[in-house]
């Protein structure tokens, strides 16, 4: 049973507009939340994380928001670069365990 | 970008036949993992490393062992091989468990 849900396959944006990803969970035992961007052939690279005790997270175009109380969480990319056009993905982890728990993914497509 | 190495990183095998993928790191990092990557679900880990020797079974281990001799290597091994081990695997590694991993290049296995 999947813990993390990101509900939306895909995502097409045009350039220099918004893109907003969600993700959702269900264990409520979890503290901390990361995105990870991936291209084709290569692995996931770490883009930003936030910490239960946060509701936002900023780190230059990109911005995490936890609602815990709806256990969701999303991530503002502005403004939207053709770069950005790759897969994203939700993970999360309680601090009584090891794992990490990935969403399935959301495509992002930036059109010019 | 951190020191991970996936090799082989292309492999195609038969049925049956006994495979091993291997993940080196160059960062001292304590813990290891191992991810599988299919359509639809994400990352899931398969199993991870909490120290030399100490090793322990993720979400979907069946088919799979590991094993851990060194910190820097961490070997993932198919058994015998079945067709629904095709996937692409990722190694990751970290300092603390609970938070941000850092992905190898992955290794695409085809099992024919």
């Known amino acids: 049973d999947q813990q993390v849900k990101q509900n939306s396959p895909s995502l097409s944006v045009q350039e220099g507009r918004i893109s907003i990803l969600n993700c959702d969970y269900t264990?409520?035992?979890?503290?901390?939340f990361l995105w990870y961007k991936k291209y084709p052939a290569e692995g996931p690279t770490f883009l930003i994380s936030?910490?239960?005790?946060?509701d936002k997270n900023e780190d230059g175009r990109f911005t995490v928001f936890l609602n815990k109380s709806a256990k969701h969480l999303s991530l503002h990319i502005v403004p939207s670069q053709p770069g950005d056009s790759a897969v994203y993905f939700c993970?999360?982890?309680?601090?009584?365990?090891?794992?990490?728990?990935f969403g399935a993914g959301t495509t992002v497509t930036v059109r010019a | 970008d951190a020191g991970i190495t996936q090799s082989p990183r292309h492999k195609v095998t038969e049925t049956g036949t006994p495979v091993t993928l291997r993940c080196h790191q160059t960062?001292?990092?304590?813990?290891m993992y191992w991810y599988r990557q299919d359509p639809g679900h994400g990352l899931r880990l398969i199993h991870y490393?909490?120290?030399?020797?100490?090793?322990d079974k993720g979400e979907v281990s069946d088919g799979y062992s590991v094993s851990r001799s060194k910190t820097e290597d961490f070997l993932l091994t198919l058994e015998s091989a079945t067709s629904s081990q095709t996937s692409v695997y990722f190694c990751?590694?970290?300092?603390?468990?609970?938070?941000?991993?850092?992905f190898g290049p992955g290794t695409r296995l085809l099992v024919l």
């Open positions: 990751a590694i970290s300092t603390v468990p609970q938070e941000t991993q850092y």
């Open positions: 264990n409520s035992m979890f503290d901390y």
């Open positions: 936030i910490s239960s005790i946060k």
């Open positions: 993970a999360a982890s309680d601090s009584n365990d090891y794992k990490l728990s």
């Open positions: 960062e001292n990092h304590r813990y």
């Open positions: 490393s909490y120290g030399v020797k100490d090793t």
